[in-house]
């Protein structure tokens, strides 16, 4: 196994760890916080340095998740808002604003979840 794909494995069981002491489950969709399928996609893609709409989100949203406490990788993809909004353009250049914005309020949606959603 190369460096990069244990550090994508290590990363992927330190999110399990953290997300299961905070919330009870072992990923965010399963803890049912609103976005979290699609959180728990990008944290997995970012792990493995893959550029896709969950990673772009991630990276978008990764200051208020970062608040939040959200274990994200030191890296993060620059100009995510930007290469976002372009990789939604290249499936459908008339819907890409809406799916846009969309995706933006899941990350919202799930940012202000994580605040109120723990273990008691």
Same mark, same amino acid.
């Given at each position: 196994?190369?460096? *990069?794909?244990?550090?994508?494995?290590?990363? %992927? @069981?330190?999110?399990?760890?953290?997300?299961?002491?905070? +919330?009870? @489950?072992?990923? +965010?969709?399963?803890?049912?916080?609103?976005?979290? *399928?699609?959180?728990?996609?990008?944290?997995?893609?970012?792990?493995?340095?893959? !550029?896709?709409?969950?990673?772009?989100?991630?990276?978008?949203?990764?200051?208020?998740?970062?608040? !939040?406490?959200?274990?994200?990788?030191? !890296?993060? +993809?620059?100009?995510?808002?930007?290469?976002?909004?372009?990789?939604?353009?290249?499936?459908?250049? *008339?819907?890409?604003? =809406?799916?846009?914005?969309?995706?933006?309020? %899941?990350?919202?949606? +799930?940012?202000? =979840?994580?605040?109120?959603?723990?273990?008691?």
């Amino acid at each position: 196994m190369s460096p *990069e794909a244990r550090s994508a494995v290590a990363r %992927q @069981a330190a999110i399990r760890r953290w997300t299961r002491t905070r +919330f009870g @489950a072992d990923n +965010f969709h399963t803890a049912g916080l609103p976005g979290g *399928e699609i959180i728990d996609a990008g944290l997995i893609d970012l792990a493995r340095g893959e !550029e896709s709409i969950a990673s772009l989100l991630v990276s978008l949203a990764a200051p208020r998740l970062r608040r !939040e406490r959200v274990p994200l990788p030191r !890296e993060v +993809f620059a100009d995510a808002d930007v290469r976002l909004y372009r990789l939604l353009e290249r499936s459908n250049v *008339e819907l890409a604003h =809406a799916r846009y914005l969309a995706y933006l309020r %899941q990350a919202a949606s +799930f940012a202000d =979840a994580c605040v109120s959603a723990r273990v008691a």
